[in-house]
């Protein structure tokens, strides 16, 4: 089928401009102020993640997934340096799971081309205009998916692309350009860089698979507040029409509500986020329910979309791999689904955004300490402390430098500093791992609960929180890994020893629950008919 004009969120001529790309000035997010458009971008990760949970549902064979590893693309995990350290494992053993969603804006396929792009794109490095971090909790029972704006500034670090070996050199740019600079794995460098997270994959997908996906539930139920036309005298607009109320939506259609941003709200990238999250929650609801997926010739159509659609880094590249997770996924009930955006604010002239100063970190620390953004996890009552049960002079203690960063770069001898700090105190025994680390958060872990009062001991002679001191069912020992909220000094600052840990995300989060129903798109007054 082929597509007029007035399906492309860009010029009425149907050519595409992009002042995206690497080298470029950034395009401003808000008050309809861009000058140039490069629109006709969807949320093309919602196929994937739909496609996971599919996988893991539909009882298809063994021998049909293997025959699919083949439409996998593949790539490396992280092209920086920072090289953060994979969370420990809780008391029970388990961890928490990031994946990092991107949908890229490719256009070099002639499917993609046919879906929604200009033959003048054709060649050029694909941005990555829709990112998300899909964070699931240790024991499974809640997620999280916290969107990033595309034109978020940040600091992209040195990547290495590892197929040319092109060196990027590092610098300040809208993040969807990271892309650009080597692949997937620099995006992922870059949010490791940012918000301090571990990730442990990501998934890429381009324009292909979204309508069959649409298609293969039967439609994804949708709402607007008023009759909208995603469409004006200038050529914006993603062609979207559709009058007050709740709608059933697919193929095409599902494409231009996951692509429009002149109709929604403030008409920026914002607005779209929030209606791409409505959108997946109710496709979420839609695969939890089974909806319509019980006939194999649409399952099978839709499997083969999804996976040749899809980038992944290595340690997901296989379909068994995507199974296991479809699983996991589908562990988490739709009530403890939360989808969220970065709070942000306006750079200098109001053509980019930054992350909000406090309000962004809390987010990123809810997940680094695996917190739900709801609001909604088990409360433990308080009981008393544990005391120490080891004389200090025999408390094997190792302190370790979690420093490291490709942006700050490391302090060196910070693990030494405590340690002598330590012994000061009476901790003697206390020694140091060499091996230099990143990590965000100071924290102490214990293996074992008759090591409880001891680790609290240790924290509180530092000045650090409680909530510092994890049990872990690998840790031998006590160990104090030194982070990158502690630069300096031998005495944990106080001011960030007095920050209390959020329990649930801020207001400017927006956070949208995956069992609200009632969720409605504000449609702009300009694009109403």
Same mark, same amino acid.
């Given at each position: 089928?082929?597509?007029?004009?007035?399906?492309?969120?860009?010029?009425?001529?149907?050519?595409?401009?992009?002042?995206?790309?690497?080298?470029?000035?950034?395009?401003?997010?808000?008050?309809?102020?861009?000058?140039?458009?490069?629109?006709?971008?969807?949320?093309?990760?919602?196929?994937?993640?739909?496609? !996971?949970?599919?996988?893991?549902?539909?009882?298809?064979?063994?021998?049909?997934?293997?025959?699919?590893?083949?439409?996998?693309?593949?790539?490396?995990? @992280?092209?920086?340096?920072?090289?953060?350290?994979?969370?420990?494992?809780?008391?029970?053993?388990?961890?928490?799971?990031?994946?990092?969603?991107?949908?890229?804006?490719?256009?070099?396929?002639?499917?993609?081309?046919?879906?929604?792009?200009?033959?003048?794109?054709?060649?050029?490095?694909? !941005?990555?205009?829709?990112?998300?971090?899909?964070?699931?909790?240790?024991?499974?029972?809640?997620?999280?998916?916290?969107?990033?704006?595309?034109?978020?500034?940040?600091?992209?670090?040195?990547?290495?692309?590892?197929?040319?070996?092109?060196?990027?050199?590092?610098?300040?740019?809208?993040?969807?350009?990271?892309?650009?600079?080597?692949?997937?794995?620099?995006?992922? /460098?870059?949010?490791?860089?940012?918000?301090?997270?571990?990730?442990?994959?990501?998934?890429?997908?381009?324009?292909?698979?979204?309508?069959?996906?649409?298609?293969?539930?039967?439609?994804?139920?949708?709402?607007?507040?008023?009759?909208?036309?995603?469409?004006?005298?200038?050529?914006?607009?993603?062609?979207?029409?559709?009058?007050?109320?709740?709608?059933?939506?697919?193929?095409?259609?599902?494409?231009?509500?996951?692509?429009?941003?002149?109709? %929604?709200?403030?008409?920026?990238?914002?607005?779209?986020?929030?209606?791409?999250?409505?959108?997946?929650?109710?496709?979420?609801?839609?695969?939890?329910?089974?909806?319509?997926?019980?006939?194999?010739?649409?399952?099978?159509?839709?499997?083969?979309?999804?996976?040749?659609?899809?980038?992944?880094?290595?340690?997901?590249?296989?379909?068994?791999?995507?199974?296991?997770?479809?699983?996991?996924?589908?562990?988490?009930?739709?009530?403890?689904?939360?989808?969220?955006?970065?709070?942000?604010?306006?750079?200098?002239?109001?053509?980019?955004?930054?992350?909000?100063?406090?309000?962004?970190?809390?987010? %990123?620390?809810?997940?680094?300490?695996?917190?739900?953004?709801?609001?909604?996890?088990?409360?433990?009552?308080?009981?008393? @402390?544990?005391?120490?049960?080891?004389?200090?002079?025999?408390?094997?203690?190792?302190?370790?430098?979690?420093?490291?960063?490709?942006?700050?770069?490391?302090?060196?001898?910070?693990?030494?500093?405590?340690?002598?700090?330590?012994?000061?105190?009476?901790?003697?025994?206390?020694?140091?791992?060499?091996?230099?680390?990143?990590?965000?958060?100071?924290?102490?872990?214990?293996?074992?609960?008759?090591?409880?009062? @001891? /680790?609290?001991?240790?924290?509180?002679?530092?000045?650090?929180?409680?909530?510092?001191?994890?049990?872990?069912?690998?840790?031998?020992?006590?160990?104090?890994?030194?982070?990158?909220?502690?630069?300096?000094?031998?005495?944990?600052?106080?001011?960030?020893?007095?920050?209390?840990?959020?329990?649930?995300?801020?207001?400017?989060?927006?956070?949208?629950?995956?069992?609200?129903?009632?969720?409605?798109?504000?449609?702009?007054?300009?694009?109403?008919?």
């Amino acid at each position: 089928m082929g597509w007029d004009d007035s399906l492309y969120e860009g010029r009425s001529d149907g050519q595409h401009v992009d002042d995206g790309a690497a080298g470029g000035p950034a395009e401003p997010v808000g008050r309809g102020r861009r000058k140039r458009r490069r629109g006709r971008r969807v949320l093309r990760w919602t196929a994937g993640i739909a496609a !996971l949970l599919v996988l893991g549902t539909a009882g298809a064979g063994y021998l049909y997934y293997e025959h699919l590893n083949g439409n996998l693309r593949k790539g490396a995990l @992280d092209l920086g340096a920072g090289g953060l350290k994979k969370p420990e494992p809780n008391a029970f053993g388990q961890t928490p799971m990031n994946i990092l969603l991107l949908g890229s804006d490719s256009r070099n396929s002639k499917a993609n081309l046919k879906l929604g792009g200009a033959k003048a794109d054709v060649g050029r490095k694909p !941005l990555a205009d829709v990112q998300m971090l899909l964070h699931v909790s240790a024991d499974r029972s809640s997620m999280s998916v916290l969107s990033i704006p595309r034109d978020t500034r940040v600091t992209i670090p040195k990547c290495t692309d590892p197929k040319s070996g092109d060196v990027y050199p590092q610098t300040t740019a809208p993040i969807n350009q990271s892309l650009q600079h080597g692949g997937p794995g620099c995006t992922v /460098a870059t949010w490791k860089e940012l918000t301090g997270i571990y990730i442990d994959h990501f998934m890429m997908i381009d324009f292909a698979g979204v309508v069959d996906m649409a298609d293969a539930v039967g439609g994804v139920p949708v709402c607007v507040d008023d009759n909208i036309y995603s469409h004006d005298s200038k050529g914006h607009g993603s062609g979207l029409k559709l009058t007050k109320g709740d709608h059933n939506i697919k193929g095409v259609q599902a494409l231009q509500w996951l692509r429009t941003r002149y109709g %929604f709200e403030d008409n920026t990238d914002i607005g779209r986020a929030k209606a791409q999250h409505m959108y997946m929650n109710s496709m979420i609801r839609q695969l939890k329910a089974g909806t319509k997926l019980t006939d194999p010739g649409k399952l099978q159509a839709l499997a083969e979309a999804a996976t040749k659609a899809l980038t992944v880094d290595d340690g997901l590249g296989s379909v068994k791999k995507l199974y296991d997770l479809g699983g996991d996924l589908n562990r988490v009930p739709v009530k403890r689904v939360t989808m969220a955006t970065m709070p942000w604010s306006y750079g200098p002239g109001e053509s980019y955004v930054i992350p909000k100063p406090g309000d962004a970190e809390q987010v %990123f620390a809810m997940l680094r300490n695996d917190t739900a953004l709801d609001g909604k996890d088990e409360k433990k009552k308080p009981a008393a @402390d544990p005391k120490a049960t080891t004389a200090k002079d025999q408390l094997q203690i190792t302190v370790q430098n979690g420093t490291n960063g490709a942006i700050q770069g490391p302090v060196v001898g910070r693990a030494s500093a405590v340690q002598g700090q330590l012994a000061t105190l009476g901790y003697t025994a206390a020694g140091t791992d060499a091996t230099l680390i990143a990590q965000a958060d100071t924290t102490i872990t214990y293996g074992g609960k008759d090591a409880e009062g @001891d /680790a609290l001991a240790v924290a509180k002679a530092l000045g650090l929180p409680k909530s510092a001191v994890k049990e872990s069912s690998s840790a031998q020992g006590i160990r104090l890994v030194v982070g990158n909220d502690w630069r300096t000094g031998t005495t944990y600052p106080k001011a960030a020893g007095g920050k209390q840990q959020a329990e649930k995300a801020p207001e400017s989060a927006d956070a949208l629950n995956g069992e609200d129903k009632k969720a409605c798109m504000k449609v702009n007054p300009g694009y109403t008919f």
